[in-house]
C-alpha cells in the first residue's frame, strides 16, 4: 500500500500507511512503518552507488539492443490488458466488490503506464543525469533530493517487517542505465531479477541489507 511520512511530538518521523487503508487486510503487514532516517539512509546507499563507467552508452545501447525489450514490452502488456479484461468480466458478473476491482484495476493501469520502451534519446539524457547524480545529492538539501529522486524513480518498495528497501521501479529511460550502474565491478547493489525481460519493477539489496528473501514474496513484488 501507498505510505506517507509522518512526524510526531516527539520530533520521530515514520513512514506508514495513509490512515484511510490502515488495517484494511490487502497487505500481509497491515498497518507497517518504518522510521524514516532508516529507508532514507538505504535511499541515499542506492543513490550513491550509481556510477557510470567511460563506456557506460554502449553498454546501456547493447541492453536494449540484445534483450530485444520491444517484443518483450509488447507482449508483457498484452497479458496485463487480458487480465483487465477478465477481471471487467469478473466484476460485472458480481463476483468482485467496488474497492477490490477498482484497487485491482488501477495497480495493472498503472503497471501498463510504466512499460514503455525507452527511447534512446531519452536513455541518453537519463544516463548523462546520472553521471553527476552522486555529487548532486550530496550537496542536496531535503526538497531537492526529493526532486533528484522523482525524475528518476517512479516506487520505491518497502518490507516494513524487516525494515529494507526490497524493490525500485526506474522511469523508463532510466532502466537500463541503472542496470548498467548496479553491474559495475565493486557496486554494493545487487539486482535480483531481470528487470528488462518484461518487468518494471527491480529487486535489489544493497550491501547492507543483502538477506535471503522467501520466494513468495519475491513473487508477490514481481506481480505488483
Sequence with gaps: MPMWSQTYNSGNSYYREHKNSRSHGICPV??????????DNQVSTLVENIKLSDKWLEEVLAIISIKDEAELIKKKRQDIQQRLQRMGRTY??????DSDYSR?????????????????KATEEAGKLL???????????LEERSKL?????????????????????????????FQVAASREGSDIRILNEPLEGSSVFLVETGESRTPRPEEAVQDILQV
Design 30 to 39: 497491515a498497518s507497517g512503518s518504518i522510521p524514516c532516517h532508516i529507508a
Design 92 to 97: 460485472i458478473d458480481g463476483l468482485m466488490d
Design 104 to 120: 485491482q484495476k488501477r495497480m495493472l493501469e498503472l503497471e501498463l503506464e510504466s512499460l514503455v520502451i525507452p527511447e534512446v
Design 131 to 141: 553521471q553527476d547524480f552522486p555529487q548532486l545529492w550530496s550537496l542536496a538539501n
Design 149 to 177: 529522486l522523482l525524475t528518476m524513480l517512479d516506487a520505491v518498495y518497502i518490507d516494513t517487517k524487516n525494515n529494507i528497501i526490497v524493490a525500485i521501479r526506474p522511469k523508463p529511460p532510466f532502466k537500463p542505465v
